[in-house]
Structure formats: C-alpha cells, structure tokens
C-alpha cells in the first residue's frame, strides 16, 4: 500500500459510521445471542465442526444478523457473497451462482452466500436458489426482520433452518456502547469521555435493544459534544442526560406498521383488553400511539373488539368504541386520543363475553352444511294475492296480539327448528337476558 492508498483509507475510515466501524470481526466479541453463539450452541457447534449449514436469521432490527452472518464466513474461510434483496435481482443471482461455481470448479472454496432482507425476493426470486441450496453450491444465510413463515416460501425454508435472534438486553446495549467509547482506533477511546449513569441508561433506552440504533445515537452525542467542549479547557468532555436527550431529540421505537411487530402489539394490546388488565390494555394503546400506528386502526379495533368479546355482556361497550372513534375523527391528534384511551380502558374493565362470537360461528357452519334452506311459509312476505293463495304467510301468529307479546311458533327452518345458536353467559346484562329468556320459555310452555 503506498502514501496515496494509505491516505485513502484513513478518508474512507473517517467516513464510516461508527456502527459499521464497531462491528465485530469474530465471534470473541460478538455481543448477545448466545442461545446460537455461546459454547455448545448451535452455530458455535457448526463453525467448530465444520458443517455449515443454511440458514435464514430472523430478528428485529440491530440484533447482530449482518454482523454475525460475515463472522460465519470468516470462521469458515469460505467465499463470503453479501448483496441486498432490495437492490438485486435474478440476473444477480444468477452471476453469484456462476461465481460459486467456478470458485468450487478451480479453488474448491465454498461460497457462502449472505442476502439481507430475503423477505423482499418475490417467489420466482426465491425459486432461484432452491436446487443450488440443495445440491450445496451455496450456502446460503438470509437475513429478515419478517416472519419467515409469512415472507419466505415453504419450499426454501425447508431446506434452511431458521435462528431467531432476539433483541439486545440492556446489558447488552451497554457493553456495545462502553466498547465504542474504550476503543481507540474505531470508537472514541482517543477522546476522554465521560459518559454519566444517567446519560447511559438513556441511550441505552433509546436504543430499544438495537445496536446499530445505540451506536448511532451516541456517535451524534458524541459529535454534539466535541463541538461545544472548549477546547481551551483539559478536562474531559462530560456528556450528560441532558446533552443526550438535545442531540437526540426523537425517540425511535422499533415499530413497522406493516410487519410483525405490529401485529404482536395489536395481538397483547387485544388479550390485554380480553384479560380485564386495563393498565396493560393502556400501555400497549400508548406504543402503537407514540410509535405512528394509524389511530383509526387501533379504533376499528376495539369496535370489534366490542362485540366479538364483550358483546350483550355490556351492550353499551359498542357504543362507547364507536363514540370514541367518532370523537378521534373530530378532535383529531393529539386530542382525539384521550378519547380512544377511554375506551380502551372501558372495554378493559367491562364484562366480558364470546357467546355472539361463538353463536355466529355455529350458525355459518350450519349455512355452508345445509345450504340455503327454503323459509318457512309463515313467516314469508305476502304482498300480493297471488302469494297469499299460495300460502304465504298463512298461520303467522302476530307477538303483540297475545300476551306478553310472545308467540308460540318457530322461526328457523323445520331442518333447524331445534337448533340452539345463542347461549347467553351469567356475566353481566347477559344473565339478564338469560333470565329473560327462560321467562319466556316457560311462559310458551303454559300457553
């Protein structure tokens, strides 16, 4: 390497974000994930016995997949291929494959290859690796923050095994953070930093269990301090809550309106209502609020909810859910929102009840089983005295010209007539109706 190279990298060193400049080069100081890394795991058994398998990662964001998918590599000290679903398609594919063979044909090297976001190939994308991950051309190591079970087709998760990483822990975050400041040619260790408790667990937070998240915040912190310690004074650069929270100014939650996490917080956020926990139903509305969930999602939501489990164990319940929807649509953010929590906190604590749910399901297992059923004549419409001749209506028995306003005649189909659909529970206004019913059954009875 002469002066100009050298010069060059010092630049290109200079430019990486921290992040990229702190990843990890061998698993000695990969942070987290030992279920798969740790002796004895999974992926430390592989690399020490040398058989490599396929592989999809699955995790959030930040939890070490990228990091540790070119560790694998260079334990392995095969031919490591990286690109991004995002970016490439099958004419790329078809060069990697090209590329792993010819690396098998004349170095017998292996080729591992490592593609980031393999839940953005569509089908026909995915097809393409199938035979060469069969055949053991390609290893092949992909990375998704989706469920694969959803985003990867059957066919190639079968030949893969799928890792799930979790998020980072905090003590986690906090090694990864402590390591960038220690460490003198790629974190800050050159500077003398002081970072408070404080200011720690607030990055830490901040980070959500995402290392690429954690290091980002604390290289701008860090920018933000530089720039305003004076230089004139020797004394280290103290970076404390407060200088934090103005370099970072937004919190980012891990959140994506369209992938898993979404429906695991509207998932706790509905057995958190079902369960009567109204602080749980509250927290898990607030972090869909605060992390830019559509309110009006969270709302249709609990209009469903409403009925679905509560149902005529509290009738006003549906009331409330649509009233707060109704009042979001006309206050709007952020006052509008208090209005939704309301009725979250509402449903949380009223009784609860299936039976419309478990009634509903019973009679369109009947529908699809006997079909469209005639109506019976009695009940049928007469408008003209043709149907009237032929019997329409004949027999109806009108309710308010007995008492009680009660009839003694079937509604249902004669296929059904003894068919038993809503079974109302004894929890709230539905014991009511209960009683209610077995009233009027016994009053039909005397009749």
């Not at 030992?34 to 020490?48: D, F, N, R, Y």
């Not at 098998?104 to 026909?124: G, P, S, W």
């Amino acid at each position: 390497m002469d002066l100009f190279d050298h010069r060059a990298q010092k630049e290109s060193d200079a430019t990486r974000p921290l992040a990229e400049k702190m990843r990890p080069k061998t698993l000695d100081g990969y942070v987290g994930q030992s279920h798969l890394v740790g002796e004895g795991a999974v992926i430390w058994h592989a690399l020490k016995s040398d058989q490599l398998f396929s592989m999809i990662l699955w995790g959030p964001p930040g939890c070490g997949k990228t990091t540790l998918a070119r560790m694998i590599a260079a334990e392995t000290k095969a031919h490591f291929m990286h690109f991004s679903a995002v970016l490439s398609g099958v004419k790329e594919i078809r060069s990697v494959i090209e590329s792993a063979k010819e690396k098998r044909k004349y170095y017998q090297k292996k080729t591992v290859l490592f593609v980031d976001e393999i839940h953005r190939f569509n089908k026909a994308q995915q097809d393409a690796f199938l035979h060469h991950v069969e055949n053991g051309l390609i290893t092949l190591i992909g990375a998704t923050t989706e469920n694969p079970s959803f985003e990867i087709i059957a066919p190639l998760i079968s030949r893969c095994r799928v890792l799930v990483l979790e998020s980072l822990s905090d003590i986690d975050i906090q090694k990864i953070i402590q390591n960038a400041l220690d460490d003198s040619h790629n974190g800050f260790g050159f500077l003398s930093i002081t970072l408070t408790d404080d200011a720690m667990a607030y990055l830490v937070g901040i980070a959500d269990g995402d290392a690429r998240s954690a290091l980002n915040g604390l290289e701008l912190v860090v920018q933000m301090a530089v720039a305003t310690h004076n230089k004139a004074d020797n004394a280290s650069i103290k970076i404390d809550t407060s200088l934090a929270r103005e370099a970072l100014q937004h919190l980012s939650l891990n959140y994506d309106k369209t992938g898993e996490n979404h429906y695991n917080l509207i998932s706790a956020f509905h057995k958190s209502l079902r369960g009567g926990d109204p602080d749980a139903s509250l927290y898990w509305f607030t972090r869909m609020i605060v992390s830019g969930e559509d309110p009006l999602y969270v709302a249709r939501r609990m209009v469903r909810f409403a009925s679905e489990d509560i149902g005529c164990a509290d009738p006003h319940a549906l009331n409330i859910a649509l009233n707060a929807m109704q009042a979001f649509q006309f206050l709007g953010h952020p006052e509008g929102e208090l209005c939704l929590a309301q009725a979250a906190i509402y449903l949380a604590c009223a009784p609860k009840s299936n039976r419309i749910y478990e009634a509903y399901k019973r009679v369109k297992a009947d529908i699809r089983q006997t079909g469209t059923l005639p109506v019976p004549m009695h009940i049928r419409n007469a408008p003209t005295p043709l149907m009237k001749n032929l019997g329409y209506g004949k027999g109806y028995q009108y309710p308010h010209d007995n008492k009680h306003a009660l009839a003694n005649q079937k509604y249902l189909p004669d296929q059904l007539a003894h068919r038993k659909y809503y079974e109302p529970s004894e929890r709230g206004y539905e014991l009511v109706i209960k009683k209610r019913l077995a009233q009027w059954k016994e009053m039909l009875r005397k009749s």
